[in-house]
């Protein structure tokens, strides 16, 4: 008898991928149940503000459907226009924000050249320059380019700028100058701002070891949300006073703010995304646990010593700043754990632990990436997973051709 959650989804999860015709290794799979008891979560941290569901943070068309189909999510924000020219073209939405500045001439070309498509997708804007970049492939302004703008929603205390380095608008000032430009602009409309507080989204304020850290991570959110509040409610009272200028959206949060985010009055929408998989860089949030939704199956090709097992591949590195953190985590069974001086191989993985001296050549180590979406970029089916079943394989952006 399985006595270990870990050791019960490990067996579960072999079971389904291989109680029929097996499936090639690696092996990626997301468990529904998990996937579907995230969405309602997060839609209850939510409050009723609606969610915009993150599709950098999935990646496959067929998991961006399923969260849409849930009340209380709508729209979706792209991570590139070409994305979002896709997700339009398959129906996959018809509401789609791009969250970063475009300049591919290519798929602003398309988006100028598809009335549909231009009334369905909103570009981020932070730049004259990026209104230039759209005039500058297209013929005519007949056909009308929606804009939202990006306002930095980072911190700003003793002198130093706390957050992602994103939009250069940070003051009221800046932020109604570019939308007086954009509504003097023939073939741009202004619908939406965007403020995406990073530095309280994405950033674990509960770590084990680290209770130092995390206290300091806390206050500084603390001091964000509070910030934040302030700046918005001055950026929306003078954007309400420029002449034509009537706001459609006003988009803030992510997994990790989404309770702060909408009790901001400004905020009529949140994104969400990375809380229906449940990536292993959310097991430290004070606030929330998402359960574990996608994981990715290697199998057993070594034993080179009794307390090692060794799976293929396994060097599925997360972005971001360098650090044990961004490693793949050997999760199933339990009692697994990387070796320090080797890591994830791109060809190669050890793993050791207690777990490690049960494993047998042919078994199937399950391990969570450190972020959300990523890990499909390496595959191109992913294997949806009730209970102990396979019950349907999907494309990931790369099984459709793309690599946005």
């Known amino acids: 008898m399985l006595d270990d959650p870990r050791d019960r989804l490990a067996a579960r999860l072999t079971t389904a991928v291989r109680g029929g015709t097996p499936l090639p290794t ?100 932070d730049d004259v320059a990026h209104l230039d970049a759209v005039d500058a492939i297209r013929a005519s302004t007949a056909v009308p380019v929606q804009v939202a703008i990006d306002v ?47 530095q309280v989204a994405g950033v674990p304020d509960d770590v084990p070891h680290q209770r130092a850290r995390s206290a300091a991570v806390r206050r500084i959110k ?28 006003w988009n803030a949060g992510g997994t990790g703010s989404l309770e702060s985010s909408a009790a901001d009055p400004a905020v009529t929408e949140l994104t969400a995304g990375s809380g229906l998989l449940g990536p292993a860089l959310f097991d430290h949030y004070q606030g929330f646990l998402p359960r574990p939704a996608a994981f990715f199956g290697l199998p057993v090709t070594r034993r080179p010593a009794a307390g090692v097992a060794t799976v293929q591949g396994g060097g599925l590195v997360a972005s971001g700043p360098a650090g044990k953190d961004r490693l793949p985590v050997p ?24 777990g490690a001296a049960a494993l047998r050549v042919g078994d199937l180590v399950w391990f969570r990436h450190a972020k959300s979406g990523e890990p499909f970029e390496h595959a191109n089916q992913v294997h949806l997973v009730v209970g102990d079943t396979v019950v349907e394989s999907v494309r990931t952006y790369r099984g459709h051709g793309h690599a946005f």
């Open 26 to 125: 690696p092996t990626f799979v997301v468990d529904l149940d998990a996937f579907d008891a995230n969405a309602d979560d997060l839609l209850g941290r939510a409050g009723g503000t609606p969610v915009r569901v993150a599709s950098k943070s999935l990646r496959v068309p067929a998991l961006v459907r399923r969260a849409l189909g849930r009340e209380g999510f709508a729209g979706v924000l792209a991570y590139t226009l070409a994305e979002a020219l896709f997700l339009e073209e398959q129906e996959v939405a018809d509401d789609i924000l791009v969250g970063y500045p475009s300049v591919d001439p290519v798929a602003l070309a398309a988006l100028v050249r598809s009335p549909r498509a231009a009334s369905r997708i909103t570009l981020m804007v």
């Open 331 to 354: 999760w199933a069974p339990a009692g697994l754990e990387l070796l320090g001086l080797e890591g994830a191989g791109e060809v190669q993985t050890p793993v050791t632990g207690p």
């Open 222 to 249: 603390a001091m964000s949300v509070r910030q934040l509040a302030y700046r918005r409610q001055a950026i929306a009272e003078a954007l309400a006073a420029v002449p034509g200028v009537a706001l459609r959206f």
């Open 152 to 198: 930095d929603a980072g911190l700003r205390w003793a002198g130093q700028q706390i957050g992602p380095r994103r939009s250069p608008l940070y003051d009221v000032g800046s932020v109604v100058a570019l939308a007086r430009v954009i509504g003097d602009r023939p073939g741009f409309q202004l619908v939406g701002v965007m403020t995406y507080e990073g």
